[in-house]
């Protein structure tokens, strides 16, 4: 038979759950074992539930409960999401937003979960995977919410449109959208060119977003405008920026990969 816990016990331990405690650690102070602390943290996240001062409730939605949204951190997690990201349904209306990346990129991959918890406050999210990608994962109820944008089918294939609210988001943090876009699907290289006649090489750095959504390019090359940043598209689905005088503004706010 299962061992009842109290309110106070299972809040207490989601709470240093919550303070980023190790589950061993929780488990030894709160007398139970490690796949308890766990089972109780899956419970709540898929239930899409909140610690408060009375219990727990549904993580309040900026778009449904006028709820507080950091809105510098929605830019750049809506550049991931517009890149790499998806929102697949669970069970009990409730939603599990995915951003997939490469492994090997370790901050960027931690700072994608720190603003899904500022975009969420309290989200606990997953990283899943092996020794190639890794899944940052987070359930909510209110993501179709927040990311209007999804629907069935890949997002080539289908209309991608920011509402007014994200595009006056996007207008005060183009440069968050834009280092989520080019940090899911783009690159910065190192080029090089030579002139007739000549064995000299010349190298330049440079920046490439690729998207096959014509709404997804539509929407990075705005927020290039919107600053001021030089760019030219050499094929259907690539965005170029080499200017040197662009390459450093990108440098600024995007850079390389970590």
């Known amino acids: 038979m299962a061992r009842f816990r109290s309110r106070e016990t299972v809040e207490s ?3 240093m759950s919550d303070a980023g405690v190790l589950d061993r650690i929780n488990a030894e102070t709160h007398g139970v074992t490690i796949s308890t602390i766990r089972g109780w943290r899956r419970k709540y996240q898929r239930l899409g539930l909140v610690r408060t001062n009375s219990g727990y409730a549904g993580t309040p939605c900026p778009r449904c409960d006028d709820a507080e ?3 510098a ?3 750049l997690l809506l550049g991931w999401y517009l890149g790499d990201g998806s929102i697949a349904r669970a069970r009990r209306g409730v939603f599990t937003l995915q ?3 490469d492994a090997r990129y370790v901050e960027l991959n931690q700072e994608i979960a720190k603003a899904i918890r500022l975009v969420k406050p309290n989200a606990s999210p997953c990283l899943r995977g092996g020794d190639g990608a890794v899944r940052i ?3 909510w109820k209110h993501w179709p919410c927040v990311f209007p944008q999804h629907g069935p089918g890949r997002k080539h294939l289908r209309k991608i449109e920011l509402a007014q609210w994200q595009r006056e988001i996007v207008a005060e943090y183009p440069e968050k959208l834009l280092r989520g876009l080019f940090h899911s699907d783009g690159c910065r290289f190192v080029n090089w060119a030579s002139k007739p006649g000549r064995d000299k090489r010349y190298y330049y750095v440079r920046y490439q977003f690729s998207n096959e959504s014509e709404d997804i390019i539509g929407i990075l090359t705005d927020a290039l405008d919107l600053l ?7 094929r259907r689905n ?3 920026v080499s200017r040197k005088v662009a390459v450093a503004a990108l440098d600024r706010f995007v850079g390389p990969k970590s």
């Open 228 to 234: 001021g940043i030089p760019w030219r598209r050499p």
């Open 99 to 101: 951003i997939i990346n």
């Open 137 to 139: 994962e987070a359930r």
């Open 73 to 75: 951190a929605y830019a």
């Open 69 to 71: 949204l950091d809105e």
């Open 238 to 240: 690539v965005i170029a």
């Open 13 to 15: 331990a989601l709470g």
